[in-house]
């Protein structure tokens, strides 16, 4: 027998020997706790047949395997995150931080692959049946024939669920879920890694699917997702910022389809909506043309997506001046500012520099380096850039633009929405698109020059 851990950390789910502040693997800090080792229902090894008699089915490359059967619950932006719909016995979780909609679009989803079809349950270990039922009617829900169950005891789930044999199971959440034999808190690494094991195993015998939610948070008391990670076939995450109304799903896992597919909601008193068309969402509020305003023609997932970047630029009376950024990479803008000061010769010392991403959206894309640099030079000269151009485009740190991907899809988004041009790095107008004058711009010394005459 190997020796047995004993110390898990809460965020990146590697075990040590030792107890220590830092956890080796993912370097976060004081996140190790206190592991019981996994005795619970170890499969029994090497009872069956001899040791090295066995042999396992092999097959070709080509083999035919057809796609697995798909299940659409209707919710267009649910089911494209989903890879085109749920797969039978898949384990999906749902992570997110506590109070961002999770049980809200789950009851939403159940009711709706109920009214589907398909046998659906759902199992709350935070709220009384009672409360779920408050829900499903402010939701609207009420005819929907999804079943409902209270409950925190997983075997106690599980042998309910054999007896029901649904098609769909949803376990909310992870953290409060306990399985016995587990000398160990609910909530705890070793609980939410058994009770997840023992979910995914459920669906795998049985064929259902089960969407288990787990949530985020950074105490490292209670377990976050990722020690559930590496266990189910589909990792979503339900992100979005508080204040704002709207939501996004994201797939950062998914052995039956695609990841970095986003979904768009918005919650509103209802429960929560799709958004069909996020670009209009995020370019919604957009007033007058101001100074520090620049609008990036980004890609989320497959979709493309409009989202306005505002910089606003002043003296500091910092010996440091602020580096502010919400919903972007603080390490990009640093990039950015040097470029601008190095190749360009615009320097921001002794100005604080603010940058944001309107409505509350976060952007990963490194394509989004020109749309920032236009924002910030549009601040700096006080000039407001024209309301009908959008921005695309990489930024290296020779000052050059690279080419992106899914140039053309940009493109389309933005005559979509009214825009009539679009400052893109070279090579990006190979397919022409209706509407839209692309002006390649082959670095940012380039965009300095053609925007604002100066360089
Ligand atoms: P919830 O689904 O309980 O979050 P989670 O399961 O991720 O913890 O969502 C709770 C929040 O959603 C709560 O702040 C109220 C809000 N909400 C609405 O705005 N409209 C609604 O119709 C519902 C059901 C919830
Ligand atoms: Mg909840």
Known sequence: MARAPAFACTACGAVHAKWSGRCEACGAWNTLVEDVPMTHRAPARGSGA???????????????????????????????????????????????????????????????????????????????????????????????????????????????????????????????????????????????????????AFAKRRGTAVILVGHVTKEGQIAGPMVVEHLVDCVLYFEGERGHQFRLLRAVKNRFGPTGEIGVFEMTGTGLAEVPN??????????????????????????????????????????????????????????????????????????????????????????ADLAVAAALLSAREDVALPSDMVFFGEIGLSGALRPVAQAENRLKEAAKLGFTSAVAPPRSAAAAVPGIAVRETPDLAGLVGDMFGAG
């Open 50 to 200: 001899p040791r090295g008699r066995r042999t396992m089915a092999l097959s070709d490359l080509g083999a035919d395997e057809p796609p697995p059967p798909r299940e659409r619950s209707g919710i267009a932006e649910f089911d494209r995150v989903l890879g085109g719909g749920l797969v039978r016995g898949s384990a999906i979780l749902l992570g997110g931080d506590p109070g961002i909609g999770k049980s809200t679009l789950l009851l939403q989803a159940g009711a709706a692959f109920a009214r589907a079809g398909l046998a659906a349950l759902y199992v709350s270990g935070e709220e009384a049946t009672a409360q779920i039922r408050l829900r499903a009617q402010r939701l609207g829900l009420t005819d929907a024939p999804l079943r409902l169950g209270a409950e925190t005891a997983l075997d106690t789930v599980l042998s309910t669920l054999d007896a029901e044999r649904p098609d769909l199971a949803v376990i909310d959440s992870v953290q409060t879920m306990w399985l016995e034999g587990i000398g160990a808190a609910p909530g705890s690494v070793a609980q939410v890694r058994a009770v997840a094991q023992e979910a995914v």
């Open 278 to 367: 996020p670009s209009a969402l995020f370019l919604s509020e957009r007033g007058q043309p101001a100074p520090g305003a620049a609008v990036f023609a980004g890609i989320e997932g497959t979709r493309p997506m409009l989202a306005e970047l505002q910089a606003l630029v002043a003296p500091s009376g910092l010996s440091q001046p602020r580096r502010t950024v919400v919903g972007l990479d603080p390490g990009r803008l640093a990039m950015i500012l040097a470029v601008l000061e190095a190749r360009c010769g615009i320097p921001f010392a002794g100005l604080d520099v603010f940058l944001n991403v309107a409505g509350g959206l976060r952007i990963a894309e490194p394509a």
